[in-house]
Each structure stands twice: as structure tokens, then as C-alpha cells.
């Protein structure tokens, strides 16, 4: 069994930087899955209540459909985040390399801190990318022109200049700094989830629920232009039109459903 994996790691590594951490995000995507699965019913949980309905203890089949793709798509977007934060590394070096001053002041720099230890200066990153992060937030207020949404400029803002910080400090650090950046990212992304905003548009789209009307027949009674909050296993979970009451159909007694 070990040897069997030694080879699979021996081909992986043999492949080119591409091919190689493609084949990586596939393997770990069926691994993340699990994570993202368990993160995606806990939001379907607090969805529901709250909604104020019921928790669907029985389970929503779209999460049994969707959790590995969605799985693949958040390891992809952490590579690029990884690819991304390294470039923006490199450039950043080859700058500073290049122009006079900035090669000086790097020096002065990393004289000052020669005697911390790494966790003062990571510390220190930290301090000084969430004074940046803090200013990009108050940036739009002052200039009226800034049009980025303060939840991209300011992660964005405190990314960037802790790469900054850390690469200036010890250039040898970016691609820890890169790979740690692109796993917060991977973990932290389902959370997203929990924003009820964001799990309604997603509900939405997958016509599962979120409110998107719809037009039901049970047992020869219509209800017309109604909310379909939810869709689980076993029932269709319903906002009446007329009344907003909120209905509970079986799935077994449901006739016909239309999704207007």
C-alpha cells in the first residue's frame, strides 16, 4: 500500500506545474467535499431557521448534487489565489530590486527588525496590513470616487501589504505566506454560505428554493404564485401568496409543480 503510494506521489511530482497541482486540486476536491458538505447542511440549518421554518433534518437533495463541484471550484479559485499572491510577490521583489530607494529603504528595513523573532514580525505584518486594511475601508467615505466594494478592497488592501511586509522581511517566506493565504481561502470560503443573501441567490439558481414563485397542485388544491422557501427529500416548503402562512407538502402528494 505504501509503495502504491509512493508511486502515485512519484508521477504527480514528475508532472509539469500545471498538470501537477490540476491533479492536486482534483484529489483534495474529493477530500474538501466532505468539509464543504458538512458546512453546506449546517447553512442549509441556519437558512431555515432563519426563515422560520422548520430545520429539514431529512435533507435537501441539491447538496448531494452540487457539494463536489462546488468543491472543485473553491480548491480552483484557492490555486489562483496562490498563483496570484506569489506573482504579486515577485513583482513586488523585482521592484524593489530594481529601483534605488526602495532597495535602501528595504535595508533599513530589515535592519530594524534583524533581532525580532518571526512570530514580532509576523505580529508586526499583521499590525501594519490592518491599519492599510482599515484605511481602505474608510477610503470610499472620503473620496466619493472610490467605487470597489469595501469587500474586496479591504481584503484585498490587507492581502497585499502583508505579502508586502513578509517578502520584504525574508523573501525565502512568500510561498509559505501564499500557500497559508490560499488555504484561509478554501476553508473560509463556505462560510460565505452563511450569508443569508448569498444562500437565497444560490437556493434561486438551483430552483431549490429562495423564495422563487412557483405554482403548486396537491390533492387537486392550487396554490398559486406561491414562495418556495425550500425543496427537501420529503416535502416542498411553501409562503402562501394571500395569507404568507408558511405550508409544509409531502413530496408523495404533490401533482404538478410550476416554476414561474
Do not use: H
Request: net charge positive; with cysteine; hydrophobic share 50%.
Amino acid at each position: 500500500m505504501i509503495e502504491s503510494l509512493k508511486k502515485v506521489a512519484n508521477f504527480v511530482l514528475r508532472q509539469n506545474f500545471v498538470i501537477r497541482n490540476m491533479i492536486i486540486v482534483f484529489f483534495g476536491s474529493l477530500g474538501g467535499a466532505t468539509y464543504l458538505g458538512k458546512m453546506s447542511e449546517v447553512a442549509t440549518y441556519y437558512y431555515a431557521w432563519s426563515s422560520g421554518f422548520r430545520v429539514p433534518a431529512e435533507g435537501v437533495p441539491y447538496l448531494a448534487l452540487t457539494v463536489f463541484g462546488m468543491s472543485f471550484v473553491v480548491l480552483i479559485s484557492a490555486f489562483l489565489v496562490f498563483i496570484a499572491t506569489y506573482l504579486f510577490g515577485r513583482v513586488m521583489l523585482s521592484y524593489t530590486d530594481k529601483n534605488v530607494i526602495l532597495r535602501f529603504t528595504t535595508s533599513i528595513f530589515r535592519l530594524g527588525i534583524r533581532n525580532s523573532n518571526s512570530i514580532e514580525v509576523i505580529a508586526a505584518g499583521i499590525g501594519a496590513s490592518s491599519l492599510v486594511a482599515v484605511g481602505a475601508f474608510v477610503a470610499p467615505y472620503v473620496d466619493s470616487n472610490i467605487e470597489m466594494s469595501r469587500w474586496i478592497l479591504v481584503p484585498v488592501s490587507f492581502v497585499m501589504s502583508f505579502v508586502t511586509f513578509v517578502v520584504l522581511w525574508n523573501k525565502g517566506a512568500l510561498k509559505v505566506v501564499a500557500a497559508l493565504i490560499a488555504a484561509v481561502c478554501a476553508v473560509g470560503a463556505p462560510i460565505s454560505m452563511f450569508n443569508q443573501t448569498t444562500y437565497t441567490y444560490a437556493l434561486n439558481s438551483l430552483q431549490y428554493g429562495g423564495g422563487i414563485s412557483v405554482d403548486v397542485t396537491s390533492n387537486k388544491v392550487e396554490y398559486i404564485d406561491s414562495k418556495l422557501l425550500l425543496r427537501t427529500s420529503q416535502a416542498l416548503i411553501l409562503e402562501e401568496s394571500k395569507t404568507n402562512r408558511v405550508i409544509e407538502i409531502p413530496i408523495s402528494k404533490v401533482d404538478k409543480i410550476s416554476y414561474n
